[in-house]
């Protein structure tokens, strides 16, 4: 569909067009991030079970998932601008309306609509990355990228159930209309990737009137998504923990205090680590770091149900077991989208961004859902222990289909 526009500079931030999309982004996961633990909070307030919390961003990442896989097609038919801008109003807007209900249905309803946005939103952006930026050079433009977007879920998410607890939640939900201000740097970056698709098509038609051959996309669609399987089941197996965690860290750490320091450990490591993997990644490849990595979120979520199980929660092991799992999800994050990006052509990268992204969203959905669940019959513990079997069957799912040298 585009190709990647190779740029001189050396840094990634001074590409044309990234610092708009660093902008969108932060915007657009600032509304996200306030709203995945204080909206399943906000259906407690209004009678829901544990069930029932957990399938309001269930919800949210169902939609999310079946849109993802119409973004590409929009993007041919009406271009980056128009798509972008209408993902940051629907993810921003619906935000406004959760002020007027806390039942459960009305609460599902504007989820969907939220995910939609959202859907707008992730897939746009990873896909802009490798529009606006050289292959070799993707780890370190995924992580600054990738900063953009957990910086707000740094600071919003841990404090996003304090800031509805203690002061309002409508507060919160003011504050998660902010995608809607991203609107301006929505159409800055899609001028620029418009014109990027422009001159792409004007080259491939220059091409084909002197007779020269056009790449017409690479191989089929089979083997496109044939390629994507690992990073996507590696993507999802980190992402189902993680979605637990920050739907249900202020319900099972038995206070804001620590669900607060539990989630700041958890989104600091997240950020940290999806940012600084970036430039190991360009240098080694990311597939050696997969099943290490799995491995690691596995004992992570190990030392959370503990501080979880017999008789309340221990905070100081709850913050670290959040840690080691945050370090995990980040880098995850940066490195199966790198390794998508390398295993597709150019002009199939929009292709990868929505597989990746409907790897990462299902993931969210299904440990808020699964877990969700799993606690209302049994535990959280027992929860998020199951999450780290998933985990562990995938590092060893990414050991033994390790290809030949």
Do not use: K
Not at 336 to 351: D, E, G, I
């Amino acid at each position: 569909m585009r190709r990647p526009a190779p740029q001189p500079s050396s840094s990634v931030a001074r590409v044309p067009g990234f610092r708009p999309l660093l902008a969108m982004s932060a915007l657009g996961f600032s509304g996200y991030a306030l709203l995945l633990p204080a909206a399943p909070l906000w259906a407690v307030h209004g009678g829901a079970s544990e069930g029932g919390a957990g399938l309001v961003n269930a919800v949210l990442m169902l939609a999310t998932v079946l849109t993802q896989t119409t973004v590409p097609w929009l993007l041919r038919r009406v271009g980056w601008r128009l798509t972008m801008t209408a993902g940051v109003v629907l993810l921003g807007a619906p935000s406004l309306l959760f002020m007027a209900t806390d039942q459960l249905g009305w609460l599902l309803g504007l989820s969907a609509v939220r995910g939609t946005g959202f859907a707008v939103l992730t897939v746009c952006g990873s896909s802009a990355v490798a529009a606006l930026v050289d292959g070799h050079r993707h780890g370190r433009a995924i992580g600054l990228y990738g900063l953009s977007i957990a910086f707000p879920q740094l600071v919003l998410v841990p404090s996003a159930a304090w800031i509805a607890e203690t002061l309002d939640f409508r507060v919160v939900f003011a504050l998660g209309a902010l995608p809607v201000l991203a609107v301006p740097f929505a159409v800055l970056l899609g001028r620029c990737l418009d014109a990027v698709d422009d001159r792409a098509a004007e080259a491939d038609a220059d091409a084909a009137r002197a007779g020269e051959p056009v790449d017409d996309g690479g191989p089929g669609r089979g083997r496109v998504l044939l390629a994507l399987v690992m990073p996507s089941l590696v993507l999802l197996a980190v992402t189902t923990p993680g979605g637990a965690l920050l739907t249900f860290a202020p319900q099972f750490a038995g206070g804001a205090g620590a669900a607060v320091a539990g989630l700041l450990g958890f989104t600091a490591a997240t950020a940290l680590s999806r940012w600084g993997v970036g430039g190991l990644a360009d240098r080694f490849g990311p597939r050696v770091f997969l099943a290490p990595l799995l491995a690691f979120c596995a004992a992570g979520l190990a030392v959370c149900a503990g501080a979880i199980a017999h008789g309340g929660p221990r905070p100081v092991l709850l913050v670290l077991g959040m840690t080691m799992v945050g370090v995990s999800y980040g880098s995850l994050q940066n490195l199966t989208l790198v390794a998508a990006f390398a295993a597709v052509p150019a002009r199939q990268h929009s292709t990868a961004s929505a597989v990746w992204n409907i790897g990462f969203d299902a993931g969210t959905g299904l440990g808020s859902l699964v877990v969700g669940f799993i606690a209302a019959g049994t535990s959280f513990s027992v929860g998020l222990l199951t999450t780290a079997v998933v985990c562990v069957v995938a590092a060893v799912a990414v050991v033994l289909t390790r290809p030949s040298r």
